[in-house]
């Protein structure tokens, strides 16, 4: 490799590589190999655990170089050792790095191995590098200057850790929910969400370069890719209650965590041989859960869509992961990153299914709630209701300073009514006035309430009094104007009602209790005055 001028960013070049198969050849023997031609990023398989890299540099200018061989993922390798010579064989220069026994790790810039090269004016050394890899052998490998190499350290990562930071923040999110709701999905997703960013941030070096983790640490930590698959499931089980409702699907989910969950705790005897068995687990991870997911489809259960395309996503970026670790597809950002994308993508749509079910079960709860407080006939609010809907207007009242006005209505000689025409067409005009009600209502905080057989409530919140009024001489006129035939009636040959108006003080502090007290008052001058008519309390004069 030529170096042709002063600035030196080469992070695509041609190399030559060689397998050391029997793992025991040394430098000498490793000078005397054949060695192939290769781009300087490697994904080789789990059979090619040494490999060896040769790079011939020349300075082909006229002045002093200062080169630094980055290796990028030096951290998962259990040895990365560099060896140069001049033109004539003489070794200048070598040192090793083992991470995963903490030798040379001081070494190190962070997750890096940086080796330096000096060149002299047209002058030619050979770099050997050996990465001993205990399960797949990845290289990549990248040529700077110096500031150049600079800017590589602190950028080279700076994308894991955005994804990191995202998947941790909605791992977060998901676990105060926990907290507040107690609903088991909650946590499962967040410990998902936690283990694939652990996995995350130490498989592609965060953890190592900027918190220099390595040893049998890094280890566990890159183990979380078993675990993490077992809180998936959990989720995937509980937000589709697969124990109780799909007993078939339920059992081979079974299958995912005891097959994970064993494999994880192999992993602390024998990481490696628990990595090399990951592979054919997450084949069957990918293909269970994609059957579950289609079985649960064909059943037309409710956000199982989300999921199946939550999982595709994650079923592409796995295919591509794997491909990419045996050798079967190049070596690029997207294929060595595939895992880490899939993952990030998975999370955001799993977590939309999440609040999608958040949106459900918030719904579910209003309509629980609203049954509670709503009267079933009529569909108004309810008596139960009421003196606490009341009191809560009340004190927006008092804060706001603004008018506040009862009104309790009451069907005239509705008992006569019943009597006359049966208990059926009783209804029936409860459910007539109760549309006349909601229909007058005019501002988003005015409430309507059945308060008894044939008594009902209206609160009147931001008007001034002469519309309250207006509103109520126009409910009686339509409650009149609905032709209901009411013969018992001494007042009209229709159905009317009897209606009593309270306006709240805004300087006297005056309860629930209170106010429908003196809205009652008012209503039962009205019917002792004849029915059929509007009185406010503390009036003299009929209105």
Known sequence: MKITSDSIDLSDFKMNYFIDRSQNMDIDEIQKATFREGKNRLSLGIDAHVTWVKIILKNDTETFKKLYIHDTYAYHASCTAFYAFDSNHTLLKQISFEPRKNINTDLMDGAIASFTVTLKPYEEKTVYIKSDFLAYQIIELKIFDN???????????????????????????????????????????????????????????????????????????NAAILIAPVFLVQFVKTIFNTKESHPVENRFLNSIIILFGVMYLYSFIDYYKAMELASPLYIYLLVVMMSVGISLYRKSVLLIKYFLLAHTFYIVASIVALMFYNDMIPFTYLTSHAIAIGTLIEAFLLAFLVSYRIRILEEESYEKDKMILTDIMTALYNKSYFEEALNNQLTIQRKQKSILALMVIDIDYFKQYNDTYGHIAGDEALRSVATVLKEILSNPDDMAFRVGGEEFALICSNMNKKSVLNCAQ????????????????????????????????????????????????ALYTAKKEGRNRVMVYGDIHRV
């Open 147 to 221: 500031r150049h190499a600079k800017e590589n350290l602190v950028n080279e990562y700076m994308i894991i850790i955005i994804l990191t930071t995202i998947l941790l923040t909605l791992a977060g999110y998901y676990s105060i929910l926990y907290v507040a709701s107690r609903h088991e999905e909650y946590i499962y997703y967040a410990l998902y969400l936690v283990s694939s960013g652990i996995f995350i941030a130490y498989s592609y070096g965060m953890l190592s370069h900027y918190f220099h983790v390595y040893g049998k640490l890094s280890l566990y930590l």
């Open 474 to 521: 126009q409910l009686k006129k339509n409650i009149e104007n609905l032709h209901i035939e009411h013969k018992s009636s001494s007042v009209s040959h229709y159905l009317t009602v009897s209606i009593g108006i309270h306006f709240a003080s805004t300087y006297i502090l005056e309860d629930a209790k209170k106010v429908y007290a003196h809205a009652d008052d």
